[in-house]
């Protein structure tokens, strides 16, 4: 008999535990600085809006329905539907995106441990800007302390994931949500305070359309073409669809893994308005706390994956009682990386053990010890390190003269499985379960809604998310010519 959370409670917060982590809190105030502002949170909440929420409706419905890991439920839901069983491939692709995802992910988290220690040791009191970036530097500079956090923290992963989902990560989820969100409000409340908050608000929420359609170099500069006009570009377009499938956990079978284990009776359309408002609450809210020290300090918004980790500790480092907050916030934040990061490993864990016999502590080992190795790439791609001429460049030559499209491997793995292949997978997700699934099958697990719900997921379905996901792809493709 397959395990079932021990109530909708326990799915709720085990789904809102594997949505909300660094892409809260770490990756949407980077991206959203790097990439503008406030047309850039405008996109993302469409996205959030037309594409994750009916994505994820069709990934609780479809794992439940399926009651598998997302390789055996796709095998078992084509064979009913009377298709080719090649669509289990999206659970094959799932796996290694979740696999790569957290390959950096747990380096990231790593650094959060790190600072949880930093902070307690009360190193960052009365720090200046410059003080902070060195700490930043002295960190992200030695490959072996990063390999010692991300062992760590793989490892914590390993354990949680191994002792099985129900003993560990309910409870943890469960008193660490609400934490991290009074924690954060506390931080906007200080943020308020700092002098920058209207700037900040002005950044975040006034649409600036120039800044994210068209391209500019690491000084915010516009770049121009021969004929100087500026360059067009649908990379933050990308960033921001591929962002709403990485903060809601979309795209990659880690809700529809949550999904199998939900009961019959539940109803998920309750169940995804919970989790998708909580997540995008939570990153405004990080938002809020992050930009207006940004501009009240003088920092560059656009600092890229390290701005959490200069700017926050300015602020614990002036504020009362800041040793003892900056810790604590931290250690949450870690909680909300481990809740995301046994998500990211549990679909591929699942599968060793229904389809290869193997058992759970074997499986968690041997994915964890694989993902282990595939974070070095990240490692060994951070700022600061030279290894070799691991730096690789992706894009045309324009960009590359004007020296912005300058990717390092751990931004290559970023944005090829955030925001190509979690938008592709969500993609034949909704395909899937709008055009191939018989009505009744998705019927069925509609039951137990508002009658509009049914009707209303079903256009969205079949023609919005699909229609908006392969808008932005095409346009890539024209763009870039690939
Ligand atoms: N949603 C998680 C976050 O925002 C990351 C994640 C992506 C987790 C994909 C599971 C699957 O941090």
Redesign the pocket.
Known sequence: MKHEWSSRLTFILAAVG???????IWKFPYITGEYGGGVFIFAYLICICLIGLPIMLSEIALGRRGKQSPVNTMLQLSQEAGAPTAWSLLGWSGMAA?CL?LSY?SVIAGEVMAYSFRASSGIFNHQTVDGVKGILTSLESEPEKLLAWHTLFMALTILSVARGVKGGIEKTVSFLMPALFVLLLLLVGFAMNSGGFEQAIDFMFTPDIDKFFYARNEMGEYLMDAENEKIFTWVPMMVAMGHAF????LG?G?IMMYGSYLNRHVSIGQMTLIIVVLDTVVALLAGLAIFPLVFANGLNPAAGPGLIFETLPLAFGSMAGGTFIGTLFFVLLFFAALS?AI??IEPTVAWLIESKGIRRIKATVMTGVAVWFIGLATIFSMKGVTFGDIIIDVVGDVELEAGIFKYNLFQVIDFFTASIMLPLGGFFIAIFAGWIMHRDSTEREFSFQNRYVYPAWYIMVRYVSPFLVFMVFLNIIGIFNF
């Open positions: 594997s949505a909300v982590g660094l892409g809260n979740g995802i992910y990485f903060t809601l956990s990659m880690a995301s998500s990211l």
